[in-house]
């Protein structure tokens, strides 16, 4: 296959290890012969997992070999998206959410406590390489607002203490509980549900047989 003859050294110092070739491989498969490229997104996503949290030259050059596509369509793309990190990032990237419904809620005072606690300006990473710090428009969490995101997990109903205590037990290496913080039930109101209080079942898709009405 000849987007697989990519050998290291091509693009200076970054390859997929074998799981992300595989995945990228994989992933690629999908898609029609001659329209590999429609993976690029995906296999940046890998890149910039497997190289730190972020996307070096070589790295999106190597992506853009890959594909068989010209490097400045793939840096094109990775200037575009906001998730896609050109600089290094701390261990723990800290994405605070500053849209509208979080803004109300307080995300401003989220940002300084994580700003104040780390001593780092806006996406700079600290010392210690442990922590860095950015703002991003919203998550898709606004009824748990205001909410951060680190690394793959939100973390939602902060208030700037509790985003304290969170920088704190990361920097020692504890466990963290992700989601609420205040024990919220997904996006149920705060204090639990107050209407549909009985399970429900979802209804059968409309337009399928089921096995007993098709028998
Ligand atoms: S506004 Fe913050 S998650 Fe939507």
Redesign the pocket.
């Known amino acids: 296959m000849k987007y697989t003859s990519y050998q290291k050294g091509d693009a200076g110092d970054f390859v997929f290890s074998p799981e992300n070739a595989e995945q990228a491989d994989a992933y690629m498969a999908r898609y029609p012969e001659g329209r590999q490229a429609s993976a690029v997104i995906y296999l940046l996503y890998l890149a910039q997992k497997q190289n730190g949290g972020w996307l070096s030259n070589p790295a999106i050059e190597y992506v853009a070999n890959y594909l068989d596509m010209a490097p400045i369509r793939v840096h094109e793309i990775t200037t575009f998206y906001t998730m896609f990190n050109l600089k290094p990032v701390g261990k723990h990237l800290i994405q605070v959410?500053r849209?509208?419904?979080?803004w109300l809620r307080g995300s401003d005072g989220l940002t300084q406590t994580c700003l104040d606690k780390l001593g780092v300006d806006m996406k700079e990473v600290t010392e210690d390489g442990l922590f860095s710090v950015m703002e991003v428009e919203?998550?898709?969490?606004?009824a748990n607002?205001p909410?951060v995101q680190i690394n793959d997990d939100y973390y939602e109903d902060l208030t700037p203490e509790r985003m304290g205590e969170i920088i704190d037990d990361l920097r020692a290496g504890k466990a963290v509980r992700v989601g609420s913080q205040i024990g919220r039930i997904c996006s149920a109101p705060e204090g639990g549900p107050q209407t549909l209080m009985e399970p429900i079942e979802p209804p059968a898709p409309q337009g399928v047989e089921t096995a007993e009405e098709g028998a």
Do not use: K, Q
């Open positions: 959410c849209t509208t419904p979080c919203c998550l898709g969490a606004c607002a909410m």
